[in-house]
């Protein structure tokens, strides 16, 4: 999956309009135009595409967390300059306030099965000897369930 494919999912799950992205990317402190914005969230057969880089998405995620969550004491998270699905994952769990419990039964509104043990791999630090990589069919069937339970 692309940046901007997880943008443009995320928007659609969540309804946001222009100005809630730029919203989203002002509470990380990164400002963003409108044009930017449209530009990530054309179409991929589109020749005015441009490619959401890491930085960027990374940046939404934690705007996203910002409004979910409110805003934590201290300095703001230095977005990553590279997200793995992993770490997007990671980033939509602590928006959404979701448990173990919650992913699972999200996932199986796609259809995907998964266990308890399964997904904490999923959570690990890669250098751990239990990490699993996820992979980009389980965070397009996360993204899946996500929509029908928000737009059902």
Not at 12 to 39: C, H, K, N, P, Q
Request: charged share 30%; aromatic share 6%.
């Amino acid at each position: 999956m692309t940046n901007n494919d997880i943008l443009r999912r995320v928007r659609y799950i969540f309804d946001l309009g222009d100005d809630a992205m730029i919203r989203l990317f002002a509470l990380a402190e990164r400002e963003v135009t409108r044009a930017e914005v449209s530009a990530w969230l054309k179409k991929d057969e589109d020749p005015d595409l441009r490619e959401c880089q890491d930085v960027d998405l990374a940046t939404f995620l934690n705007g996203l967390i910002i409004d979910r969550r409110g805003r934590r004491e201290g300095p703001l998270p230095v977005p990553e300059t590279y997200l793995t699905n992993n770490l997007i994952l990671t980033k939509l769990k602590i928006a959404l306030s979701l448990s173990s419990d919650d992913i699972i039964a999200i996932l199986a509104l796609a259809d995907y099965r998964m266990s308890k043990h399964e997904l904490s791999a999923l959570f690990r630090k890669p250098t751990h000897r239990s990490y699993r990589p996820c992979l980009n069919q389980m965070l397009r069937n996360f993204l899946a369930g996500l929509q029908r339970k928000h737009r059902p």
